[in-house]
């Protein structure tokens, strides 16, 4: 502590990074927490406002852009007004759908009633008021499906568990393997359904090949595709099972929960919100991508031969004595192996992908690290002012857009012509 503290510039980078509301560092004195309390309540929050305007400038100024193309589009050459959210191609084709009965079957008569029975089945019946009604059947099925994913993600908890996992074995046709065959079936069977029934689904715009490509048809196919390849690796022999490659697949099964998107209005909502933050997201991904990778470079080249980062046997000193130099003061991680052979080791920034995934975590606002150079607390700094917050534009959109796709925008505006 006495290191970091020694000075005003030393203790002002721990202080910043304090101030993005990370305490990597929290063994202080009485009188220091009271500072630390204060700057919890408060100075957090005044710091993270430069970061909240900037992103929210590069926002508005963005969707300024789309609201004047989504007028064009609408005939209006004049003043810009206002888009709608999530608007798209996909938008477009829907509303063009409207009172448009679907196409007829291909198959014949029959095949196209049997695609209606099953739609109504899986998706319900729209009443004039566009409510959506189940028969008991159907609900009964959906309430099947809704368990049997529940279940899945309970499964895929208990079997990390290794007291668990060993008590189970990994023999094969044991209670996991067995659960895991029955769930892929019903997901296949819904997937194959919905597939089939997607000519007569307008929120498929009457298409297997639109739902397939829509965030719940991709879903769909992620909650069997794993399984599936899996057992063909299985079966040539690529991977053995229990081995921590067919492990893999297996924690794959976690993202099931992402099918409870057709149970709750939040998750239903995802693929119009995704659409809506498109092109926010390509004005801001790439400029979140230079900060990640412009930063981790950085780091690198700062940080790859600090000392506070290397790790010596015990044998050897830390620091020189009158005969032998210390760990630390050899300039480099390879000069000190050189003089101590295979007895220093470099623990963080030892190379790109290390130091990618450090400067992400960074970027989240974790600091795991912080006794940084001099060069490399200037690349600290920037990222606590600024980084943070352009870096969490693309996330800023996303929610900005989940909120007006789930209508609060229209609650707003709303509120404001009543004013």
């Known amino acids: ?47 993270s406002i430069p970061s909240a305007l900037i992103a929210t400038g590069f926002v508005e100024i963005v969707q300024s852009k789309i609201k004047v193309r989504n007028a064009r589009g609408q005939g209006d050459t004049s003043a810009p007004t ?12 829907y509303r063009e759908l409207e009172n448009v009965e679907p196409p007829a ?31 008991l059947l159907s609900s009964v099925s959906r309430a099947f499906i809704f368990t049997v994913i529940i279940l899945n993600i309970v499964a895929v908890l208990l079997e990390s568990i290794p007291t668990i996992d060993k008590r189970v074995g990994n023999e ?19 997937y194959a359904a919905r597939l089939f029934c997607a000519p007569k689904n307008r929120e498929a715009l009457y298409s297997s090949v639109v739902y397939s490509t829509t965030f719940f048809g991709i879903v769909d196919f992620l909650s069997t595709a794993p399984w599936f390849i899996e057992q063909a690796l299985l079966a040539t022999g690529v991977v053995q099972a229990g081995d921590e490659n067919a492990m893999i697949f297996r924690i794959f099964r976690i993202f099931r929960i992402l099918q409870l998107e057709d149970f ?12 809506a933050s498109k ?17 981790a470079a950085l780091f690198f080249i700062f940080e790859e031969n600090n000392p ?18 210390g760990c630390y003061d050899f300039k480099s991680t390879v000069e000190c192996n050189e003089y101590y052979p295979g007895q220093c080791e470099q623990k963080v920034f030892t190379n790109m992908p290390n130091t990618l995934y450090l400067t992400a975590v960074f970027l989240g606002g974790e600091w795991g690290v912080v006794d940084f150079t001099w ?19 693309p996330i800023g959109a996303l929610f900005d857009s989940f909120g007006a796709i789930l209508g609060m925008a229209d609650d707003d505006d709303d509120e404001d012509a009543e004013l």
Not at 107 to 131: A, C, H, I, R, Y
Not at 279 to 295: H, N, Q, R, S
Not at 314 to 323: A, Q
């Open 308 to 325: 506070n980062w290397r790790q010596c046997d015990d044998s050897v000193p830390i620091t020189s004595n009158d005969t032998i130099p």
């Open 264 to 275: 709750f209005v939040a998750f239903s909502k995802l693929d119009n919100v995704f659409r």
């Open 375 to 393: 060069p490399g607390r200037f690349v600290c700094l920037f990222l606590c002012v600024c980084g943070i917050g352009l870096y969490a534009i």
């Open 279 to 295: 092109d926010i997201l390509k004005a801001t991904g790439l400029m979140a991508l230079i900060i990640w990778v412009g930063c």
């Open 172 to 190: 094969k046709g044991n209670y996991f393997d067995v659960f895991e065959f029955f769930s892929v079936m019903v997901f296949a069977a819904e």
């Open 82 to 93: 206002t888009g709608f959210a999530g608007d798209d191609w996909y938008e477009v084709a």
């Open 1 to 47: 502590m006495s290191d970091r503290f020694q000075n005003f510039f030393d203790s002002m980078v721990y202080t910043g990074i304090h101030l993005t509301g990370d305490y990597p560092i929290i063994e202080y004195t009485w009188p220091s927490r009271f500072i630390n309390f204060f700057m919890v309540i408060a100075a957090v929050g005044v710091v």
């Open 105 to 135: 079957s291909a198959w014949g008569p029959e095949v196209d009633k049997l695609q209606v029975m099953v739609n109504e089945f899986l998706n319900g019946k729209e009443d004039e008021s566009e409510n959506v009604h189940y028969t």
